[in-house]
């Protein structure tokens, strides 16, 4: 499961996971009640439903987890990764930090990865870099994220996205060891 910000670049490392493990790692795509960007596909990056829709996923139990963040929400469709587990892959949760909670308390064994941006000023870049926020939901999320930033500690690692590759490469470390059943210890950019 990764977590972090908004704009921290999680859906990036995600990408690099599956191109270099795509016959085990699985994305778990989150249902959401916000509008697609330009750039976003239909059940390629999110499953947009409507907010009536929403209610039901959650009348009818099937959300892993869910949240509202920034005026939305977006939510884990359990089916599907039921689905993918029985096929014998891992599956990697793209998720918020109210959503890691709740699969921390469903899922105790679940390795949990928060991907946090080398500085706030960083991470506002990033954002307004994307074109797709007005100023007033730029602001909203990066006081999200000083919020987000303060749970950190409650993941089993904290990786620093201040180079994509390295990044990356260190989230891959982290599942391998996993799977082998290792425990990774803390590095400069990988902390318990």
Same mark, same amino acid.
């Given at each position: 499961?990764?977590?972090?910000?908004?704009? !921290?670049?999680? %859906?990036?490392?995600?990408?690099? /996971?599956?191109?270099?493990?795509?016959?085990?790692?699985?994305?778990?795509?989150?249902?959401?009640?916000? %509008?697609?960007?330009?750039?976003? +596909?239909? %059940?390629?990056?999110?499953?947009?439903?409507?907010?009536?829709?929403?209610? =039901?996923?959650?009348?009818?139990?099937? /959300?892993?987890?869910?949240?509202? !963040? +920034?005026?939305?929400?977006? %939510?884990?469709?359990?089916?599907?990764?039921?689905?993918?587990?029985?096929?014998?892959?891992?599956?990697?949760?793209?998720?918020?930090?109210?959503?890691?909670?709740?699969?921390?308390?469903?899922?105790?064994?679940? +390795?949990?990865?928060?991907?946090?941006?080398?500085?706030?000023?960083?991470?506002?870049?990033? /954002?307004?870099?994307?074109?797709?926020?007005?100023?007033?939901?730029?602001?909203?999320?990066?006081?999200? =994220?000083?919020?987000?930033?303060?749970?950190?500690?409650?993941?089993?690692?904290?990786?620093?996205?201040?180079?994509?590759?390295?990044?990356?490469?260190?989230?891959?470390?982290?599942?391998?060891?996993?799977?082998?059943?290792?425990?990774?210890?803390?590095?400069?950019?990988?902390?318990?």
């Amino acid at each position: 499961m990764i977590a972090g910000p908004s704009g !921290v670049g999680k %859906g990036s490392i995600v990408a690099h /996971l599956l191109e270099r493990d795509p016959d085990r790692l699985a994305l778990s795509v989150s249902a959401t009640t916000r %509008g697609p960007r330009s750039s976003e +596909v239909e %059940g390629v990056h999110y499953r947009f439903v409507s907010d009536d829709a929403f209610d =039901a996923m959650i009348r009818r139990a099937e /959300l892993l987890e869910w949240a509202e !963040v +920034v005026g939305h929400r977006s %939510g884990t469709p359990r089916r599907e990764v039921d689905a993918m587990l029985a096929s014998g892959r891992d599956v990697v949760l793209e998720i918020d930090v109210q959503g890691a909670r709740q699969i921390r308390d469903l899922v105790p064994d679940a +390795v949990l990865i928060f991907v946090a941006p080398p500085s706030l000023e960083e991470l506002e870049r990033r /954002l307004r870099a994307r074109g797709t926020e007005s100023e007033e939901r730029i602001a909203l999320r990066l006081a999200t =994220a000083s919020e987000e930033l303060d749970e950190r500690e409650r993941f089993d690692h904290v990786v620093v996205n201040d180079d994509l590759t390295t990044a990356s490469s260190q989230v891959a470390a982290i599942i391998d060891a996993s799977r082998a059943g290792a425990h990774t210890p803390p590095s400069e950019d990988t902390a318990r």
